[in-house]
């Protein structure tokens, strides 16, 4: 898999991502194997329920130390130095909706990091590419996946 696309994410999220990374490192991988070896301890593994359930919770922990070591490995933090004429990748866009009469504030994000609740879309979504290379005062028409389509004005970019 070679020259595998990277994805582009903020300084915060990488953060997060390692933050977790190291903690099932260094806390969660430790407790789950002391907990393997004290169930051992009881002797017959074969029903040996605090056996099981440990064994459950150490291939759940590293099924997700290898998803994120995959993530880090394919990811690029974007440069803090984000344009303040033109939307890129990790812009926090301000506009407003001229249908519902409301503004919004929204941070564009790679594929991965996306949370719409959290006020952060991907570059991917049609909010998102719409938004891409856009400038303040830019009337965009955004098209829905179904179809639909509604028109923005930008505010602010940072």
Known sequence: MANAKKEIVTQEYFEELNKEYRHLLDVERPQVLEELAAARSQGDLSENADYDAARNKQSEIEARISD?????????????????????ATSKVTFYDVSDDETYTYQLVGSIGADPAKGKITTESSL???????????????????????????????
């Open 128 to 158: 998102g590419s719409a938004l891409l290379g856009k400038s303040v005062g830019d009337e965009v028409d955004i098209i829905c996946g179904d179809g639909s389509s509604y028109k923005i004005i930008i505010r602010g970019i940072a």
């Open 68 to 88: 994120l070591e995959a993530t880090l490995a394919n990811i690029e933090v974007a440069s803090n130095k984000a344009s303040k004429n033109r939307i890129t």
